[in-house]
């Protein structure tokens, strides 16, 4: 019923910048709050980057902080992350995730299918 659909990914050199675009379609009435995470190798624990909530409150995981801006537009109920002097560690697969409501009543959490950006040093 919804789908959210992550693009901008790639290879980018150190220091170097990305953004992030995540769309989110499909049978919706409300998006509550929508983040970026990623996981950085197989098996490890997919880690959060930065949420925001509907209203524009931000949260970013230490290892960000200063470095990457997240950001929503909710009539195009997308959400960015920008991305600015990237590190080798920040190598992963970075995934959208948001809480969706379809009805007006319940929200469901919704994940993209990931997108895969590499730094090289």
């Known amino acids: 019923q919804v789908q959210l659909v992550e693009s901008g990914g790639g290879l980018v050199q150190a220091g170097g910048s990305l953004r992030l675009s995540c769309a989110a379609s499909g049978r919706i009435f409300s998006i509550n709050n929508m983040g970026w995470y990623r996981q950085q190798a197989p098996g490890r624990q997919r880690e959060s980057v930065a949420?925001?909530?509907?209203?524009?409150?931000?949260n970013y995981g230490d290892s960000v902080k200063g470095r990457f801006t997240v950001f929503r537009d909710n009539a195009k109920n997308t959400v960015y992350l920008q991305m600015n002097s990237l590190k080798p560690e920040d190598t992963a697969v970075y995934y959208c995730?948001?809480?969706?409501?379809?009805?007006?009543?319940?929200?469901?959490?919704?994940w993209g299918q990931g997108t895969q950006v590499t730094v090289s040093s």
């Open positions: 995730n948001a809480d969706v409501s379809s009805s007006g009543y319940n929200f469901y959490n919704y």
């Open positions: 949420v925001i909530t509907r209203g524009g409150t931000t």
